[in-house]
């Protein structure tokens, strides 16, 4: 496994809940190295930071990293399944026909 694999899954599992959910996937073009994150959605907050301050101090100790084997790393922080500005196990399931709907509306 590669010295960045290993530093970013050894930072991200410090700090997040649900570790065995921790996913890194790294890819190597002719722009560098890319990383991509996925976490669990519970611990997105804790990778992000406050104002992104956190996953700002990843990026930047990868590229310190990178720096020390000549590689330029980028991270990616992938969205986990998000609708409706909520997780996708959370929302409620339509139980009302479009009838009904109307109904509660009172346009009469």
């Known amino acids: 496994m590669n ?3 290993q530093f970013l899954e050894y930072v991200v599992k410090a700090l997040v809940n ?4 921790v996913k890194i996937n790294r890819t190597v073009d002719e722009m560098g190295v890319l990383m991509t994150l996925d976490v669990h959605a519970d611990d997105m907050g804790k990778v992000i930071g406050r104002a992104g301050n956190t996953a700002k101090a990843i990026r930047i100790l990868l590229r ?3 720096m020390k084997n000549n590689a330029r790393i980028n991270l990616k922080i992938s969205e986990p399944n998000v609708a409706f500005g909520r997780r996708s196990n959370d929302v409620a399931p339509v139980t009302k026909d479009l009838d009904e709907a109307l109904d509660d509306l009172n346009l009469d």
């Not at 649900?18 to 959910?21: A, E, G, I, L, V």
């Open 3 to 5: 010295d960045d694999v």
């Open 18 to 21: 649900n570790p065995d959910d």
């Open 64 to 66: 310190v990293v990178g």
